[in-house]
């Protein structure tokens, strides 16, 4: 990385040297730091934000869901589905609930394991900065980082020597009052790239990892937004806006997987547990699958009634026999779609195998997304840092002694529902057990 041309705006750099520098005060940064600061190392956190743990603060609305009761490595996605299985084991989300416990944060469980705050997301970062202090950690925001290289004169040593020129980062008003920019040369022995992956790029998110990673020889996983909400264009579109606020339990599938959780329509196409936690698991151009209706067999119900029933509509069927699972507005739109035709012919009237077809849509609906939301709204990054290039016991480069890789960077994905964040704790743990 090339220094940015800022001259006119610094002064000299001063010279400072840690154990450890830990770049990124995220959840796996500050986990590693506070970790690493207990084993009586001499740590620093840098991060270019004016405050430390922004996705922390912003998750699970406020809230924070912090931990999953059940965490196993299949709730995870890499292209090495080993990598996550020795950090995970050796931090189980006990450990964590634990320290939670131990600060008397009060929190409670919702639907499928997943551990929230009572009060706020805030408690979390209390938290952990509270830990990190009294470690002795040391944290400065604002600080941008310059450069990042190899003391060549520590070579040979065991642990290489890193050397870190940064910048204060200026605000507008700084710059407007001619303030200079103070430079500060940094050195450790061991560097931990914390940075988080490209989602949210409003809380800051940046690709700093990433340029360190392929900087220090290692390759990158395919990088993709996920855990995300899908778009979608033309009719199926303006279909899907026109019902945006809607939400029913879906069971929404790919070639791949398939989730049973709820469907949110929105302006710009479908969000909710189910599409994000698909979104997982899908690439461009794909088509998805959605059971509107996952408890009953349509084609069945109709073919049924119209023997039982032949003078009923299908609408009505629909509404009556599925305790009005489908709302009304959903209900109507899909019939103006499907049925529109023969919205008034009574079942007897109707083929069955237009009836067949009609219930395979419901319980199949093929859908072809035009895209997704993209990094603006993304819970997290997909692919990352290769995981076959970091050890992992350690998350320590296998091309660069002293250099670690820990948390979203790394092509490590978790589902939604506090898998992440375990990820974040547990790799941030065993790094800071040995840097």
């Avoid at 909400?229 to 029913?248: M, N, Q, V």
């Amino acid at each position: 990385m090339e220094v940015t041309a800022m001259d006119n705006q610094r002064t000299k750099p001063a010279n400072t040297h840690y154990d450890v520098i830990i770049i990124g005060a995220g959840a796996s940064g500050l986990y590693c730091a506070l970790t690493a600061g207990r084993r009586g190392r001499k740590v620093l956190v840098l991060d270019h934000a004016n405050k430390v743990g922004k996705k922390i603060l912003m998750s699970g609305g406020g809230r924070c869901n912090f931990t999953n009761y059940f965490v196993e490595p299949e709730h995870f996605i890499s292209a090495n589905q080993h990598f996550c299985k020795s950090a995970l084991s050796r931090y189980p989300s006990w450990e964590f609930i634990g320290m939670v416990e131990q600060h008397k944060i009060a929190y409670h469980e919702r639907e499928h394991g997943q551990l929230f705050c009572d009060d706020s997301a805030q408690d979390i970062v209390t938290m952990l900065l509270d830990e990190c202090a009294a470690a002795g950690v040391q944290v400065r925001l604002n600080t941008q980082i310059e450069q990042v290289k190899v003391d060549e004169n520590n070579e040979n040593s065991k642990s290489a020597r890193f050397q870190l020129l940064t910048c204060k980062k200026l605000s507008k008003k700084d710059i407007a009052s001619e303030i200079k920019a103070t430079q500060t040369n940094y050195s450790c022995e061991s560097l931990v790239v914390a940075t988080g992956g490209l989602s949210i790029p409003t809380m800051g998110a940046s690709g700093l990892g990433y340029e360190l990673a392929q900087q220090f020889g290692h390759t990158l996983a395919s990088i993709d937004p996920s855990l995300v909400p899908f778009t979608f264009t033309d009719k199926t579109g303006e279909l899907l806006r026109a019902l945006a606020g809607i939400s029913l339990p879906v069971i929404a599938s790919n070639t791949r997987t398939s989730f049973k959780l709820p469907l949110l329509f929105t302006h710009r196409g479908l969000s909710g547990p189910a599409m994000l936690q698909l979104s997982n698991y899908w690439q461009t151009g794909e088509p998805i699958e959605i059971n509107l209706l996952p408890d009953t067999d349509i084609t069945a119900l109709l073919l049924e009634h119209k023997q039982s029933h032949p003078k009923q509509l299908i609408r009505t069927v629909l509404a009556e026999n599925t305790d009005n699972a489908l709302p009304k507005k959903l209900l109507a739109a899909l019939q103006t779609t499907f049925w529109e035709d023969i919205k008034d012919t009574e079942l007897a009237n109707i083929k069955d195998e237009r009836l067949s077809a009609l219930g395979a849509t419901i319980n199949g609906w093929q859908l072809k997304p035009s895209g997704t939301e993209g990094y603006r709204t993304a819970e997290v990054t997909r692919g990352g840092v290769t995981t076959d290039e970091v050890s992992s016991k350690t998350m320590q480069s296998k091309y660069q002694d002293g250099l670690y890789f820990i948390g979203e960077v790394l092509d490590v994905t978790g589902w939604l529902g506090g898998y992440n964040f375990q990820w974040a704790w547990a790799s941030g743990f065993v790094c800071g057990e040995v840097v």
